[in-house]
């Protein structure tokens, strides 16, 4: 059983471009959320998803960020016209019900020059 | 919303001591308590999670205790090894809102 799959692994992007972050949840599970992760803070929670619904998006800015998660594929996590200040490690997280026992993906270290 | 303290932000063990990480939280209604493990540049791992209607959990050398009535867990780590040093994070989890500590920057020195 894969667990929690993260593409890409590392991403470049220039101010101004659109970065996609992709996630696979692990087999069987239907719930992803996303955090964010600065270097030498905390996960903080941007967004929670199930199959074609958004749960909860409360964490995620309002403006340029934005999730979904199709019936089939990935999750994924668009940034549009990053900034310097989007750099960081962006994490995804399955879990078979709700919120317990997330599984973490390995990450996307996002970096805006 | 939930909002979870946790404390301290570093700790420094020699090899063999025991290690103790507190968190507290304040929504009353939070019933779902993990640990994670990060180690340097890696994901976080689940280690161990209790729920609350239990008041204490181990697994090998990991144990978690948990508080309902003052509203703080803590995980202790026995017999540390250098391989535990890594940046641990607690959480309490209501439903769907889950919210993390700060985190604790573990290190056993050998």
């Known amino acids: 059983n894969a667990g929690v799959m993260q593409n890409p692994r590392h991403l470049v992007r220039r101010r101004g471009q659109e970065a996609r972050l992709r996630c696979s949840p692990m087999?069987?599970?239907?719930?992803v959320y996303w955090y964010r992760q600065l270097p030498e803070e905390g996960l903080k929670f941007m967004v929670y998803?199930?199959?074609?619904?958004?749960?909860?998006e409360s964490g995620m800015p309002k403006e340029r960020f934005s999730a979904e998660f199709p019936k089939e594929g990935p999750s994924i996590l668009r940034i549009q016209q990053v900034v310097r200040g989007d750099s960081a490690a962006y994490f995804c997280?399955?879990?078979?019900?709700?919120?317990?026992?997330?599984?973490f993906g390995p990450g996307t270290r996002l970096t805006v020059t | 919303g939930e909002n979870v303290e946790q404390h301290p932000s570093t700790l420094s063990v020699q090899e063999g001591d025991s290690a103790v990480i507190k968190c507290t939280y304040s929504?009353?209604?939070?019933?779902?308590f993990p640990w994670y493990k990060q180690e340097l540049g890696k994901r976080p791992q689940l280690i161990i999670d209790?729920?609350?209607?239990?008041g204490e959990k181990k697994d090998q050398r990991i144990a978690v205790t948990l508080n309902k009535t003052a509203k703080h867990f803590s995980l202790h780590i026995t017999e540390t090894q250098p391989e535990d040093s890594a940046v641990y994070f607690c959480?309490?989890?209501?439903?769907?809102?889950?919210?993390f500590g700060a985190g604790t920057r573990l290190t056993v020195k050998p």
């Open positions: 997280a399955s879990s078979p019900q709700t919120a317990y026992e997330q599984y």
């Open positions: 087999k069987g599970h239907s719930h």
């Open positions: 998803l199930q199959k074609e619904n958004i749960i909860d």
């Open positions: 929504d009353s209604a939070s019933n779902y």
């Open positions: 209790i729920r609350s209607n239990v």
């Open positions: 959480a309490a989890i209501r439903n769907n809102d889950m919210r």
